[in-house]
């Protein structure tokens, strides 16, 4: 028997293909930032892969804001 769900890693290149239009839309610095972002979650994503959720994008946002929230505690621990 084959697999029903696909490794996150392919379900998150699939879903950043979903986006194409939106990031062609973009002009070249936010395609960049769109990249990053898509990379950020590419960090976690092992965690991502545990949780599996029916709706990939829940996994990637969860993510990404979970990196941008690291983020915000660590310039406050700075000051």
């Known amino acids: 028997m084959g697999r ?3 490794s996150f890693r ?6 950043e293909k979903k ?3 939106f990031r ?3 002009d070249k610095e936010n395609k ?5 972002m898509f ?3 590419r960090l976690y994503i092992s965690a991502c892969m545990m949780v599996c959720r029916p709706i990939r994008l829940e996994s990637i946002f969860m993510a990404v804001i979970f990196h941008h929230f690291k983020q915000i505690l660590s ?3 700075k000051n």
């Open 24 to 26: 062609a839309a973009l």
């Open 39 to 41: 990379a950020t979650a």
């Open 19 to 21: 986006w194409r239009l």
């Open 32 to 36: 960049k930032t769109f990249d990053d």
């Open 75 to 77: 310039l406050g621990e």
């Open 4 to 6: 029903t769900v696909p």
């Open 10 to 15: 392919i379900a998150l290149y699939q879903e």
